[in-house]
């Protein structure tokens, strides 16, 4: 049960933040495909974003929702739990972004709290962009209770292992890719680009990005079934289950879940040798 002395607010939910802005380059989003070896062309070329580019411009909304409900003592204890994209257009070159949040709850566990935050993206007409589904998860700190709206649900279906899978890739992590992904995401954490801040977090050492782990599964997911066609991607969630180091070899394979009004939905899994590290998986892809 959650300490006493230490309590989530619930008057912080549904409190959007103020909007932030941000301008979309042809320079950014090709240093964004580079950072993350897209071999996609329109990727490289700065045509059209990398569907996790999206994180880039939320980046400043990311947590400061969070700073409305858990409290300040706790903060150090929040890792990127999940996350879930719903895209309603690619981001383009030209585009003039606005962005906000909200936490919309949290349901607390015997081993921690997963908080959802949700996030818009705009553009400079109002019209929405992507939506996503942010669940922080706060360690070692059980709220002892349920409270507002959770996130959509995207588990993996167990029954799916009986199957081929209709897409196997296998790619590598560079051992400097932490420091080209770290300025072309915009974010500074030092647990991915200093060897000692990370071996005092715990870690073996400097991990990468989690949603650089993901941006690799993405063009995997794209390249293998999505014809590497990013317009086509509707949706991509996933679980954060265990971190990459630099230097290793990553697995990302994909399972055919089922299609209904023109999208398909595919679920996939990321692992370093047997290790699960991205689960959860699921893309859908219009048809």
């Known amino acids: 049960m959650a300490d006493t002395a230490l309590r989530f607010d619930r008057n912080g939910l549904d409190t959007w933040t103020g909007e932030t ?30 569907p996790v580019f999206a994180i880039v411009p939320v980046f400043q909304s990311l947590l400061e929702p969070a700073l409305e409900v858990v409290p300040t003592a706790l903060l150090g204890k929040v890792l990127h ?44 007409d109002g019209v929405l962009v992507n939506e996503q589904y942010v669940t922080f998860f706060v360690r070692g700190f059980d709220t002892g209770d349920t409270v507002g709206t959770p996130p959509p649900e995207h588990r993996f279906d167990e029954s799916l292992r009986g199957r081929e899978p209709v897409a196997v890739r296998t790619q590598h992590l560079d ?56 317009s086509r991607l509707k949706r991509l969630a996933v679980r954060f289950a265990k971190p990459v180091l630099p230097g290793q070899d990553i697995t990302t394979r994909v399972w055919k879940a ?15 040798g047997e290790t699960v590290v991205l689960k959860d998986g699921l893309a859908e892809l219009a048809d």
């Open 81 to 124: 739990g999940e996350q879930d994209f719903r895209f309603h257009r690619p981001i383009r070159p030209g585009d003039q972004l606005s962005a906000k949040g909200k936490m919309t709850g949290w349901k607390g566990l015997s081993n921690g709290t997963a908080a959802c935050v949700y996030l818009e993206t705009r553009d400079h």
């Open 258 to 272: 089922g299609s209904a009004d023109g999208v398909t939905s595919y679920a996939y899994e990321t692992t370093v």
């Open 21 to 50: 802005s941000f301008e979309v380059t042809r320079e950014r989003l090709a240093e964004y495909a580079e950072a993350t070896n897209d071999p996609i062309p329109a990727h490289r070329a700065g045509d059209i974003a990398s």
């Open 175 to 230: 051992e400097d890719q932490t420091f080209r992904y770290g300025p072309a995401a915009g974010d500074p954490m030092p647990i991915h680009l200093d060897e000692e801040v990370a071996k005092a977090a715990g870690l073996p050492g400097i991990i990468a990005h989690g949603l650089c782990t993901l941006a690799f599964a993405s063009w995997a997911v794209l390249t293998e079934v999505g014809g590497s066609d990013t």
